[in-house]
C-alpha cells in the first residue's frame, strides 16, 4: 500500500538512527545565523577602528546613525531561516538566551549612542574645551569650524525689530543710519570643510519685513540636530523699539530710546542707556541695567540682578536664586519672589537681597516687607513702615518725617533706633522676651513671661506698634 503524501509541516522520514533517550524521527532545530552576523558586523567595525580605517569619533557617529539597520539585517535573516525551514520541513531555530541577551545589548547601547550624539551635535563643545578637558570629546562631533556673514538694509521710518535666535549671542546697537546692520559671527561643528559648507548655507540669517516690523532670525535651527552658533551684532536706528527672544545666550542693549522686550532662557541680559521702558523674561542668567529712563518689568527666574540708576520704577516678579541689588530708584520698586514681597515708595539709596539678609539704606515709604529666615536691617527709612519676619534679627533705623510702624517679628530680636527728637505713641508686646527703651515715660510691665509696653512720647504722632515672639525688643535714641 502507498504512503499517503507528506505536508511540508511533517517531519522527513529518518533514516538514520537515534542516539540513546532521543524519541524517534527528532532532528535538532539549526542555529540560527542572525547573532553570529550581527556579531560579525560590529567585529569588522571595531577592526576597522582599532586599525585607524576609520576614525573612533566618526565610527560612533555613525554607529548612533545607523545600527537600527543590525536589526534590520537580523530580522531579515530570521525570517528567511523560518521560510527555509518551512520549505525543507523542518522546525524553525528558537530565539535562545544569547540572541536575547545580544539584542538587549544592542538596544542599550545603540539607544545611548544616538541620545549621545544628539546632545553633542546640540551643544557647544568647543566652548568647554577651552576651559576644560572635553576637547577631545567635543572630537567626536567634528571639527569647529567659523562663518561670517553681513546684511544691510532700509529700515523702515517708526518701524521695530523683532529679533529671534536658538543659539548666540545678541548685541543691539545704535547708529545714525536709517538702515538696519546685521553682523553675524558664526561657530558650528562638521567633520570635514564640505559638511561645514552646506551647514553655513542652510543656517544663514534671514531677514525679512512685516509691515514696519522687521524679523531678524538667526536661523541656527536651519542644521537640523547640528550645533551652529551665531553671535549677532545689529546696529539700529536709536529710536526703534526692540523685541528680543532667544533660548540660550547673552543678550545686550545699548543707546536706545524706543521699548525693549528681552526674553532668554539661558544667558546674561544687559541694558545700558535705555530711555524707553524695558520689560524682560528670563529663565537664568543674570540682569544688569544702568541708566534707565523707563519703567523696568522683570519676571520667571534670575541668578543675579542689578537696577541702578532707574528714573522710572521697578517691578520684579522673579525668583532671585542669588543676589538682588537696586540702586537709586526714583519711583516706586516692587519685589515679589515665593519666599518675599517687599514695596519701596522709593529708593535714593541702595537695597540688596541675599538668600538670609536684607540690607536697605535711604528708603523712602510707605515700606512694606513680608519675608521669612532672614535678617533685616533697614537704615534712614522715613514714612510709614510694616515689616512682616520671622527666624531672623530685625533692625529699623527711621528718620524724620517719622511715619507709622508695624513690626513683626518671631524667634529673633527687634531693635527700633529713632531720632532723639522724634514724638510717636508706642504699643510693644513681647512673648518671652525682655522690651528695652531709651525715651523715658514709658509704662513696662511683665506679666507671666509676657512684657508689656505703651505711652506717648513728646505731643505724640504716629502709632508705632511692635509684636515679637520669643525675642528682645529694644528702643534706641540716635
Known amino acids: 500500500m502507498s504512503s499517503p503524501p507528506r505536508t511540508p509541516y511533517d517531519p522527513p522520514p529518518q533514516h538514520a538512527h537515534p542516539q540513546a533517550g532521543e524519541p524517534v524521527g527528532w532532528q535538532p532545530p539549526r542555529r540560527s545565523l542572525g547573532g553570529p552576523l550581527v556579531l560579525i558586523v560590529l567585529g569588522v567595525l ?10 573612533w569619533y566618526r565610527l560612533g557617529h555613525y554607529f548612533a546613525r545607523w545600527w537600527p539597520l543590525l536589526l534590520i539585517v537580523w530580522g531579515v535573516v530570521r525570517l528567511l531561516e523560518h521560510a527555509w525551514a518551512w520549505q525543507h520541513g523542518r522546525r524553525a531555530a528558537s530565539f535562545g538566551g544569547g540572541s536575547v541577551l545580544l539584542l538587549i545589548g544592542l538596544l542599550f547601547f545603540g539607544f545611548i549612542a544616538s541620545g549621545a550624539d544628539r546632545f553633542g551635535a546640540k551643544v557647544n563643545w568647543g566652548d568647554l574645551g577651552d576651559s576644560g578637558d572635553y576637547g577631545g570629546f567635543a572630537k567626536l562631533w567634528g571639527d569647529e569650524y567659523s562663518f561670517n556673514q553681513e546684511q544691510v538694509q532700509e529700515f523702515p521710518l517708526g518701524g ?40 553655513d548655507a542652510s543656517t ?9 516690523e522687521i524679523l531678524v532670525n538667526a536661523n541656527t535651527l536651519g542644521g537640523g540636530e547640528r550645533s551652529v552658533e551665531s553671535d549677532l551684532t545689529i546696529y539700529l536706528p536709536r529710536q526703534a523699539s526692540a523685541n528680543i527672544a532667544t533660548r540660550q545666550g547673552d543678550v545686550s542693549v545699548t543707546q536706545r530710546s524706543g521699548e525693549v522686550q528681552v526674553s532668554d532662557s ?23 541695567g544702568t ?38 530708584v526714583a519711583k516706586a520698586t516692587s519685589y515679589h519672589s ?18 538670609g ?14 519675608t521669612r529666615s532672614k535678617d533685616i536691617h533697614l537704615e534712614d527709612v522715613s514714612g510709614d513702615v510694616h515689616v512682616e519676619n520671622s527666624n531672623g534679627e530685625l533692625e529699623l533705623k527711621a528718620r524724620l518725617p517719622l511715619g507709622t510702624l508695624q513690626l513683626s517679628n518671631r524667634n529673633a530680636n527687634v531693635r527700633l533706633v529713632l531720632p532723639a527728637q522724634a514724638a510717636f505713641r508706642l504699643n510693644a508686646n513681647v512673648r518671652r522676651g525682655d522690651i528695652h527703651c531709651d525715651f523715658h515715660g514709658m509704662d513696662i510691665f511683665t506679666d507671666r513671661g509676657d512684657t508689656h509696653a505703651s505711652g506717648t512720647i513728646g505731643s505724640g504722632g504716629p502709632q508705632l506698634d511692635i509684636a515679637n515672639e520669643h525675642g528682645d525688643v529694644q528702643i534706641q535714641k540716635l
Open 266 to 288: 539661558h544667558g546674561d541680559v544687559s541694558l545700558d542707556e535705555v530711555t524707553g521702558d524695558a520689560a524682560l523674561s528670563l529663565r537664568g542668567g543674570s540682569l544688569r
Open 357 to 370: 539678609e536684607l540690607k536697605a539704606s535711604q528708603v523712602t515709604g510707605p515700606v512694606r516687607v513680608a
Open 160 to 199: 521695530s525689530l523683532k529679533v529671534v535666535s536658538e543659539h548666540g549671542a545678541i548685541n543691539l546697537d545704535s547708529w545714525d543710519q536709517n538702515q538696519i546692520k546685521v553682523v553675524v559671527a558664526k561657530k558650528l561643528r562638521a567633520h570635514d570643510q564640505a559638511e561645514a559648507s552646506r551647514l
Open 46 to 55: 571595531l577592526l576597522l577602528g582599532n586599525l585607524q580605517v576609520i576614525g
Open 291 to 328: 541708566k534707565i529712563n523707563g519703567n523696568i518689568n522683570v519676571s520667571g527666574r534670575v541668578d543675579d540682578l542689578y537696577l541702578a540708576d532707574i528714573n522710572g520704577s521697578v517691578n520684579v516678579n522673579a525668583d532671585v536664586m542669588d543676589t538682588l541689588t537696586l540702586a537709586r
Open 338 to 355: 515665593s519666599r518675599t514681597d517687599l514695596e519701596l515708595a522709593g529708593l535714593p539709596g541702595q537695597l540688596t537681597l541675599e538668600s
Open 204 to 212: 544663514r540669517v534671514l531677514i525679512s519685513a512685516n509691515g514696519s
